[in-house]
């Protein structure tokens, strides 16, 4: 089984616990006006990489992960676009005794019998979730990602349903995802879910500025600069208002 593989990060400390062995999956429906990883939308192409290479690459790594409380990330791109390699992939990391999570928006998430049928396998796998909540406000989110985000919503129900832990990260942009009425809307939302076991708030950077450049796109946010301390802690609290960490 082959996965399209944008990149590895092998020694990753800020998707999950612990220290991480972080696989950038190529391919994306969304098109995010912040994606510091824009090279990765293309679907279909990418390194070709079978789940034997990335394991015999990841166990040599098995210590630092061991003695840090880590493990395996994958992200993207939007990994639940290859569920079926990374089904084939989780179960040779479980068969390791390795910590795995998913990076992802839910932006491919689908209730078709087909989708749930493979993506419920794949959650007997996963020991964490990392949800990318973009925008509250559907059509605000479309502006940013060129896509609604009922799905991305009912995916984040879906996970609660499940009792799939999961940590919740909202990027703030100022002037664009930063509105204090959207954040307390999401606030309420994260409140509704079961599951929530952390609330992180990434602060907008324009760090993947120079990628845009290099594809011929021209860059939406050029002109924002990344939000001050205060913005960001008054969107953690926010966030946080509704929500009570649970125990899963």
Known sequence: MNGNIHSIETLGTVDGPGVRYVIFTQGCLLRCQFCHNADTWEIGTGKQMSVSEIMDDLISYLPFFQSS???????????????????????????????????SSGGCFSSSKHFLDQFRELLQYTDLVLLDLKHIDRKKHIDLTGMSNVHILEFARYLSDEKIPVWV????????????????????????????????????????????????????????????????????????????????
């Open 69 to 103: 409380g880590g493990g395996i990330t994958v992200s993207g791109g939007e990994p639940l676009l290859q569920i079926p390699f990374l089904l084939e992939l989780f179960k040779e990391c479980k068969k390791k005794g390795i910590h795995t999570t998913i990076d």
């Open 169 to 248: 990260r909202h990027v703030l942009v100022p002037t664009v995802t930063d509105d204090v009425e959207n954040l307390k809307k999401l606030g309420e939302f994260i409140g509704t879910l079961q599951n929530v076991q952390k609330i992180e708030i990434l602060p907008y950077h324009k760090l993947g500025t120079y990628k845009w450049e290099a594809l011929g796109y021209e860059y939406p946010l050029a002109d924002i600069e990344p939000p001050s301390e205060e913005k960001v802690d008054l969107a953690y609290q926010l966030l946080t208002k509704h929500w009570g960490a649970p125990i899963l």
